[in-house]
């Protein structure tokens, strides 16, 4: 049974940090590229980052780019998202995803 269970998320004041955790089982994470993806309110699910099976290749978005670190654990079989300076703009549900299958996701908001 493939689970993906995503963690981490929160209220948090504009500039502050936080870092997203997604634990998988059940399909072969160890050589899945992984990627997380967001959805603000009343828009479309977007693309936000991806890492290869070793973590030495990884993809940002524009908006993310410099603020943002997608990493991974393979040996715990964990995705992390490490998310800085978070701004107004990056209040979404947050998911990962591997191989194929989403997690249920995980609420930022970044608000003053």
């Known amino acids: 049974q493939v689970q993906l269970v995503e963690s981490g998320g929160g209220l948090v004041q504009p500039g502050g940090t936080l870092r997203l955790s997604c634990a998988a089982s059940?399909?072969?994470?160890?050589?899945?590229?992984m990627k997380w993806f967001r959805q603000a309110p009343g828009k479309e699910r977007e693309f936000v980052a991806d890492i290869n099976w070793t973590g030495a290749s990884t993809n940002y978005a524009d908006s993310v780019k410099g603020r943002f670190t997608i990493s991974r654990e393979n040996a715990k079989k964990t995705l992390y998202l490490q998310m800085d300076n978070l701004k107004p703009e990056d209040t979404a549900v947050y998911y990962c995803?591997?191989?194929?299958?989403w997690g249920q996701g995980t609420q930022v908001t970044v608000s003053s």
């Open positions: 995803n591997g191989n194929g299958h």
């Open positions: 059940g399909f072969p994470f160890n050589t899945s590229i």
